[in-house]
């Protein structure tokens, strides 16, 4: 069964920092999904990482993935307010091509 | 245009009733998934479907919980008999493709079994 692990489930930093969040996963996988979801809101994909060495960034947020050592990596680049929210990574199954299995999420707070 | 769309967006049932959780995906998207979300955690996978046929529902609690999509379009989530438990927020995203495309999430419907 394919076990998703974030951490840190919270982080709180302040605006100008930067800072990694980790997305480890337990069985092979070559397909990771990160998402941004605002208090109240759903679900906004952020980023879709299909080989291993693959990098994408976007803005402030640089996602890359390890398909190798079984983790990705979401790098926050001088933080702002507006990046609070809740980050979950998921990761697609080998066998069940469709299926996504979701970490826990890491609550980001950016203090002034 | 418009993004996925879930209806109804809150329901309020008794436990024992059954209740029906529509969903309409994005026009012309291939792939349609139901997910769970409790509170505090990541979405859970129920099902998903490549437009008609439904293509993995391992994750179906039990068999009080179905889906179909019988025109390759809006899908419905039933729950039979329903128990305190099943309360949470479903949510329906669809794809434009199938696995490693970009899912659109819609805004979910809040169940709340008394």
């Known amino acids: 069964e394919l076990k998703v692990e974030q951490n840190p489930l919270f982080l709180s930093m302040q605006e100008g920092k930067n800072y990694t969040i980790y997305c480890n996963y337990s069985t092979t996988s070559d397909r990771l999904y990160w998402y941004r979801q605002d208090p109240g809101k759903s679900l906004e994909s952020l980023f879709v990482l299909l080989s291993n060495g693959a990098v994408k960034q976007e803005g402030r947020l640089m996602a890359s993935l390890d398909t190798k050592a079984r983790l990705s990596t979401l790098h926050i680049t001088a933080a702002v307010h507006d990046l609070s929210a809740t980050y979950f990574c998921?990761?697609?199954?080998?066998?069940?091509?469709?299926?996504?299995?979701f970490g826990d999420g890491t609550t980001l707070t950016v203090k002034p | 245009g418009a993004g996925v769309s879930q209806s109804p967006r809150y329901k309020v049932t008794k436990r024992g009733q059954d209740v029906a959780l529509r969903c309409d995906p994005i026009s012309g998207h291939v792939s349609l998934y139901w997910y769970r979300q409790a509170l505090g955690q990541g979405p859970e996978f129920l099902t998903y479907f490549n437009y008609e046929a439904q293509q993995d529902k391992s994750g179906l609690p039990n068999d009080r919980f179905s889906a179909e999509r019988p025109e390759g379009s809006i899908s419905t989530l039933t729950i039979q008999r329903t128990e305190q438990r099943d309360s949470a927020m479903y949510r329906c995203?669809?794809?434009?493709?199938?696995?490693?495309?970009?899912?659109?999430f819609g805004p979910g419907t809040r169940l709340t079994v008394l």
């Open positions: 998921a990761v697609g199954g080998n066998t069940n091509a469709g299926k996504s299995t």
């Open positions: 995203a669809s794809s434009f493709g199938g696995a490693g495309n970009t899912q659109y």
